[in-house]
T-cell receptor, first 114, second 109 residues
């Protein structure tokens, strides 16, 4: 077990709604990453936080936002949801933000937008 | 911009046969390369990384900078190797992972 936890496991909601996905990193890891896995886009990097600060941004929509709290857990907020937002959202963590660090992934949250 | 290409979406082999999953990358600097595996309905797990040069579950991968490739190989495939395999790249200075499209490996009995 990698130690990264994500809640909830599944989320079903309607278009236009807002949801929050939660991630707790492995003990001691300061860096958190969010990825989106969809059938048409594959696995895509969304955003990275390191010790509470935004570190890097990828293909994250303006409707999406994230933050990392003092206890190092992170939340990904998705608003004005569209059908195309349905995907598996993974969180990963690593000790530092260096590219040489291995990223450890959580089990993912499966979001279904109806 | 960096890019990772896995040319085979699906790969099917018989148990005991050699298997090679291809990965090519484009990146102007010195990349860090990884192979992640995702077994059915499970999380992504690191299989191996080029920097450690170790063999995990019989799999090896060699970084070929001239051909910009990082192919994953196993001499004798097992049924439990059936899974989705992702090749990924990160910059040395940063750490976002750029993933390939993935290859679904099926090992038939």
């Amino acid at each position: 077990d990698s130690g990264v936890t994500q809640t909830p496991k599944h989320l079903i909601t309607a278009t236009g709604q807002r949801v929050t996905l939660r991630c707790s990193p492995r003990s001691g890891d300061l860096s958190v990453y969010w990825y989106q896995q969809s059938l048409d886009q594959g696995l895509q990097f969304l955003i990275q936080y390191y010790n509470g600060e935004e570190r890097a941004k990828g293909n994250i929509l303006e409707r999406f936002s994230a933050q990392q709290f003092p206890d190092l857990h992170s939340e990904l907020n998705l608003s004005s949801l569209e059908l195309g937002d349905s995907a598996l959202y993974f969180c990963a963590s690593s000790p530092t933000p260096r590219g040489t660090d291995t990223q450890y992934f959580g089990p993912g949250t499966r979001l279904t937008v109806l | 911009a960096q890019r990772v290409t896995q040319p085979e979406k699906l790969l099917s082999v018989f148990k005991g046969a050699p298997v090679e999953l291809k990965c090519n990358y484009s990146y102007s600097g010195s990349p860090e390369l990884f192979w992640y595996v995702q077994y059915s309905r499970q999380r992504l797990q690191l299989l191996l990384r080029h920097i450690s040069r170790e063999s995990i579950k019989g799999f090896t991968a060699d970084l070929n900078k001239g051909e910009t490739s990082f192919h994953l190989k196993k001499p004798f495939a097992q049924e439990e190797d059936s899974a989705m395999y992702y090749c990924a790249l990160s910059e040395t200075s940063g750490s976002r992972l750029t993933f390939g499209e993935g290859t679904q490996l099926t090992v038939n009995p």
